[in-house]
Nanobody, 125 residues
Framework: QVQLVESGGGLVQAGGSLRLSCAAS????????MGWFRQAPGKEREFVAA????????YYADSVKGRFTISRDNAKNTVYLQMNSLKPEDTAVYYC??????????????????WGQGTQVTVSS
């Protein structure tokens, strides 16, 4: 089992940057692909980015491509989301998630087995 704890959220002006971290406890962090999702009030949870077990492959939602970067440090059991050029529409609770399975879509919430509690990101205009 994996426990995930996000940090790094906060209030930032449009155009600013934030770096989210997700620390994992438990065994074999490197055996999990990791993803970031977000959920705005009144909306469904949506895919933001994902990274393969080795970190060699990354995937992004079109809405964040070119602005956000996902990375991981398997020695530190941590996955990161660097968010640049933030927009008010990026405001949401951001969740990290871990998946054991192979194949399927990285953007589907049902593929993920473990979730963090979320961290709030608010972008003011």
């Amino acid at each position: 089992q994996v426990q995930l704890v996000e940090s790094g959220g906060g209030l930032v002006q449009a155009g600013g940057s934030l770096r989210l971290s997700c620390a994992a406890s438990g065994r074999a962090f490197s055996s999990y692909a990791m993803g970031w999702f977000r959920q705005a009030p009144g909306k469904e949870r949506e895919f933001v980015a994902a990274i393969s077990r080795s970190g060699g492959s990354t995937y992004y939602a079109d809405s964040v491509k070119g602005r956000f970067t996902i990375s991981r440090d398997n020695a530190k059991n941590t996955v990161y989301l660097q968010m640049n050029s933030l927009k008010p529409e990026d405001t949401a609770v951001y969740y990290c998630a871990a998946r054991r399975s192979y194949g399927g879509s990285y953007s589907y919430t049902g593929q993920y087995d473990y979730w963090g509690q979320g961290t709030q990101v608010t972008v003011s205009s």
